[in-house]
């Protein structure tokens, strides 16, 4: 399982999520946006204002979220 412990917005789209295992991958979320179910994440605002709900990104109280493994594999490692 790749659970993330904390996580935050960085700027153009971009997450830094640390994961249970200790390791940090930034991940790019601007490749998504076109998917319709992430319409909504396009402002930056809202984009801005994500949070953790058991180890799993969310946004707008849980209506949005993302599963962590994508993050994870898709993610590139922090130095």
């Known amino acids: 399982m ?3 412990i904390s996580i935050c917005y960085m ?3 971009k ?10 991958k930034v991940y790019d ?5 076109d998917f319709p179910a992430f319409q ?6 809202i984009f801005s204002k994500v ?7 969310v946004w707008l109280d ?4 993302i599963a962590p493994e994508v993050l994870y594999y898709d993610g590139v490692a922090w130095l």
Do not use: M, T, W
Request: charged share 35%; no cysteine; net charge negative.
């Open 62 to 65: 849980g209506e949005i979220d």
């Open 40 to 45: 909504p994440l396009k402002d930056k605002k």
């Open 51 to 57: 949070s953790l709900d058991h180890g799993v990104p």
């Open 2 to 4: 790749h659970k993330i």
């Open 29 to 33: 979320f601007s490749l998504q946006l």
């Open 11 to 13: 700027d153009d789209y």
């Open 15 to 24: 997450l830094k999520a640390e994961f249970i295992n200790g390791e940090i």
